[in-house]
């Protein structure tokens, strides 16, 4: 069974850098798209962006300029930068598992975020 | 970017009842629809997903319909281990958004 887990600083004063890590253990990180979410206090979810294992990236718009993820597949992780931080981006980090892209036949298998992390809270104050 | 609006915010029901949550999306998307359950103080769940398909391991009383823009999530008897937040999703293309959830609670 794939499991995701976060980690990363849980505290951020305004304007520093959140980097967060996801690894991936018991299964494999290739093949497949892997996604941030969070989740501020009390609210909904807010999909971030993801990543397939060899690099290529999709943004939400509203974070774009702000965002990247990266990917080591060497190490079986993928992580998130997130730039000039201010209160509104306290939340809860979740990692999770998207897409199966089968390079071979060129068939994509999506199935919504099917494999998440328990999630990391990160708090932004000065 | 297109919007998921869920209804209604919240509810509240008796153990046994039938319950639907709806889901509209402000363009067609399809069956790329996905629900997630989500309990306090834990990461979100997949329930279902391409509309109606049912993840391994979730009970059968879960199940979804719709296609396009209109969606639903019904539980068929209510059970006070469904106590949750219930989130749909769209996965057609990025950026995937959700809808802000309906919260589910035992009368």
């Known amino acids: 069974q794939v499991q995701l887990q976060e980690s990363g600083p849980g505290l951020l004063q305004p304007s520093e850098t959140l980097s967060l890590t996801c690894s991936v253990s018991?299964?494999?990180?290739?093949?497949?798209?892997w996604s941030w979410i969070r989740q501020p206090p009390g609210k909904g979810l807010e999909w971030i962006g993801d990543i397939y294992y060899s690099g290529s990236t999709n943004y939400n718009p509203s974070l774009k300029s702000r965002v990247a993820i990266s990917v080591d597949s060497s190490k079986r992780q993928f992580s998130l930068k997130l730039s000039s931080v201010t209160a509104a981006d306290t939340a809860v980090y979740f990692c999770a598992r998207g897409a199966y892209y089968d390079i071979m036949t060129g068939n994509l298998y999506q199935y919504g975020l099917d494999v998440w992390g328990q999630g990391t809270t990160v708090s932004v104050s000065s | 970017d297109i919007q998921m609006t869920q209804s209604p915010s919240s509810l509240s029901a008796s153990v046994g009842d039938r319950v639907t949550i709806t889901c509209r999306a402000s363009q067609d998307i399809s069956n790329f629809l996905a629900w997630y359950q989500q309990k306090p103080g834990k990461a979100p769940k997949l329930l279902i997903y391409?509309?109606?398909t049912l993840q391994s391991g979730a009970p059968s009383r879960f199940s979804g319909r719709g296609s396009g823009t209109q969606f639903t999530l019904t539980i068929s008897s209510l059970q006070p281990e469904d106590v949750a937040t219930y989130s749909c999703?769209?996965?057609?293309?990025?950026?995937?958004?959700f809808g802000l959830g309906t919260k589910v609670e035992i009368k």
């Open positions: 999703q769209k996965y057609n293309r990025a950026p995937w958004t």
């Open positions: 018991n299964g494999s990180i290739s093949s497949y798209y």
């Open positions: 391409a509309t109606s």
